[in-house]
T-cell receptor
């Protein structure tokens, strides 16, 4: 399967704690993106990191990319109950295609 | 600006029937791609259209087809429905250069 892998599959933490999710992929990429999905609804784009970038920040989100290991991590700092959702990484191989290969997802539960 | 609109939101069909789902992209976006999400297989790429041309296709049987109109709106059709086609179908629009994606809320198809 082309699908990427994410771990952990599920993560439960308390509000205020940090949450780290990892993503591994199989092929060379143009960029890697992280998405959030609430209860089987649409995907919300969180952050995009290009293959020539190593780290990116957006608010409480920090993404790292290691192309030599074909892996990425998403860190959510000071988590809130509203962060409870499933998180997916997705890779794009080229600038001239919109085909995304998604990871298996991490289900995050943040307890108040 | 208006988001990506998918219609209908929910659909119940009987095995053997056919179904058409619609996706209206963000104004100015020329690319629409479709994904199927199931608990067992996760998020799988179906196909993408750019300027009315199919640019890429996933590993789905020929019962799954799509098209894009001159106003960039897209439809996907599934013929001879099977129980396994029950899924959340998501479309995403983008300018067409491998980033800048926005997903719709999805159409939940149930085949009985």
């Amino acid at each position: 399967s082309q699908q990427g892998e994410e771990d952990p599959q599920a993560l439960s933490i308390q509000e205020g704690e940090n949450a780290t999710m990892n993503c591994s992929y199989k092929t060379s990429i143009n960029n890697l993106q992280w998405y959030r999905q609430n209860s089987g609804r649409g995907l919300v784009h969180l952050i995009l990191i290009r293959s020539n970038e190593r780290e990116k920040h957006s608010g409480r989100l920090r993404v790292t990319l290691d192309t030599s290991k074909k892996s990425s991590s998403l860190l959510i700092t000071a988590s809130r109950a509203a962060d409870t959702a499933s998180y997916f990484c997705a890779t794009s191989r080229s600038y001239n295609t919109d085909k995304l290969i998604f990871g298996t997802g991490t289900r995050l539960q943040v307890f108040p | 600006k208006a988001g990506v609109t998918q219609t209908p939101r929910y659909l119940i069909k009987t095995r053997g029937q056919q179904v058409t789902l619609s996706c209206s992209p963000i104004s100015g976006h020329r690319s629409v791609s479709w994904y199927q999400q199931t608990p067992g297989q996760g998020l799988q790429f179906l196909f993408e259209y750019f300027s009315e041309t199919q640019r890429n296709k996933g590993n789905f049987p020929g019962r799954f087809s799509g098209r894009q109109f001159s106003n960039s709106r897209s439809e996907m059709n599934v013929s001879t429905l099977e129980l396994g086609d029950s899924a959340l179908y998501l479309c995403a629009s983008s300018p067409g250069q491998g980033d800048g994606y926005t997903f719709g809320s999805g159409t939940r198809l149930t085949v009985v």
